[in-house]
């Protein structure tokens, strides 16, 4: 029996691609192993989105050096984003890697492990370009979940957002035909999933013979699936439509993720986002006054080329006015080959930490009192599963995304849906008492 080995970096787009890997390695006969040492092909997929991704895999790369002297019949492959762009430097800092294969060309995976030492087999072989039918590709997943899973609506980017390496990596944008997205959640229904989360670059921009609200209409009436979320929305192309959709379309779960990168009018036009300060704040408005309750979240870059304190001190405004349910906030990182890498007036990291600090503390705050609010309250939660570190506890989500934790139950199982309590909140969960089961 062989054995795989699969290491992955990076987001959602990426922990789904692997599990399309992990699918085509056990679609021809391959095992997960436990450790490196005892695989026969090791898979790194990787993330380049900021430098210390790229540090990292790096360095864990590095250290399959001395197994492969050990081992030579090992064959180690990179994919995902640092394979798409740096296929150069890879073959020259680890010659000892086999196969290189960009996020638009994980179908290679199927003839490249299939037979490893078949004449077809080249030492050097790289899948990088770029893949016209990747819509088309329909591959099997292996999912490392029963209830809730991933589902690609469409693949790329065009925004070209000016410090984004996404564009480069992914392609332009493409969007998978409605049919084969039905086919497939109709398929994880009949095996008993509850939820799937759209996933996309920029979702909004979704079209194929119908638009993204008229996908969202489509897949809320499909049988067994009880909750349906989708990321990535953009901010500039969120329509009335989709606030609609997501207001009126049972399933759909009210909860969006909407990048404001940044306070400043000035930074978000240098960062090539396609709207203003004021804009971002009138879809939120119109969100929040459609949608009572509906959770907000958001990304943050800190220290963007140019960005003075004022700029600093708006994005701080905006977060105590828009009041996010949680945000992801990072220092910016310069990424080779992107517009905003050659700008001029680059931030040195100790003021881009700083500035990241004051963020995740104002943040803080926010997420306590909001969360706060939501003690006394009913929820229900879809159940996931049990908590990893404590035992006897199960853990699952609000409607909203918040995770929840309750005692477990004989009563109650992964994938049940049940009304909950809330009867403390901290910053990262909820705890809940189950008052019953729907
Ligand atoms: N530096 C820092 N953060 C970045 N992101 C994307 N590119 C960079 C970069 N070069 C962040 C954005 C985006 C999220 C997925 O990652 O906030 O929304
Ligand atoms: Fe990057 Fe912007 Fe595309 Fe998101 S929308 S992937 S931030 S270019």
Redesign the pocket.
Known sequence: MRKYYLVTFG?QMNVHDSEKIAGLLESEAYTEAESPRDADVIVFNTCS??EKAEQKFFSSLGRLRTLKMKKPGVKIAVAGCVAQQKADEIRERAPFVDFIVGPQNIHAFRTIIASPSAPAYKHDDTYTGDNPSITELDLPASRTDTVRAWVNIMYGCDNFCS???VPYTRGREKSRPSGSIISEIRALSEKGYKEVTLLGQNVNSYRSDTDFPGLLGRIDSIPGIERIRFVTSHPKDLSDDLVYAIRDFEKVCEHIHL?L?SGSTKILGLMNRNYTYDDYLRRVGFLKKEIPGIAITT?I?AGFPQEKDEDHRATLRALGEIEFDGLFA????P?PGTTAATMEGHIDDALKSQRLYEILELQNGVTDRKNKTLEGTLQEILVEGSDEKERGLLTGRTRANKIVTLPSSPAIERGDRVLVKIVRAHRHSLEGAAVERS
């Open positions: 987001c989105i900021r410090y984004c390496i990048p990168q990304d870059i990072f220092n910016y990182s990424r």
